[in-house]
């Protein structure tokens, strides 16, 4: 005897074995209802990744689509906004804190007086490609995290 709709148990189908209809899409892999806990989740993910990226029928759409709105559904509820990106200045100013470095330090780690360095974490002046290669090397960190625009 078929069930009504695969147990959450059951493997995902390859796409070259998955029905081309919408009813039995429902009935045989998975009846779209909304996401109500995180193994559900995985399940529609797992359907809909079994579909992505191959051409579909009118039917096989459908059901597609739903299964994306149901999980882009759930991810807006079930997990959290990106923290916003950090500027290069709050980048510099945080390693500066992290290491116990002063302003002088980083005069010194620049090779700048420190009336530029002031300005620097002022955010009067810009850091110079020179800067920027200096700070990757000594704090270990790629050099877009002090690139203006990148992370701002």
């Known amino acids: 005897m078929k069930t009504a709709a695969r147990t959450r148990s059951a493997a ?5 074995s998955l029905p081309t209809d919408y009813g039995a899409l429902c009935r045989n892999v998975l009846l779209p209802r ?4 995180r193994t559900h989740y995985r399940e529609t993910v797992a359907v809909a990744d079994a579909l992505a990226g191959h051409r579909l029928n009118r ?4 059901y597609f689509t739903i299964l994306c709105d149901l999980i882009e559904a759930w991810e807006r509820d079930h997990q959290p906004a990106p923290a916003p990106a950090a500027s290069p200045l709050d980048v510099l100013r945080h390693l500066l804190e992290a290491n ?12 700048v007086s420190r009336s530029l360095a ?3 974490l002022s955010g009067e002046r810009q850091l110079t490609a020179g800067h920027i290669a200096a700070l990757s ?5 790629n050099a877009a995290a002090f690139l203006p625009g990148e992370n701002d």
Do not use: C, K, N, Y
């Open 137 to 141: 090397r000594r704090f270990h960190l």
């Open 12 to 16: 995902v189908p390859a796409f070259a």
């Open 118 to 120: 002031s300005r620097i």
């Open 59 to 62: 039917d096989q759409s459908d």
């Open 100 to 111: 116990s470095l002063t302003g002088a330090d980083l005069a010194r780690l620049l090779d």
């Open 34 to 37: 909304p996401i109500r806990d």
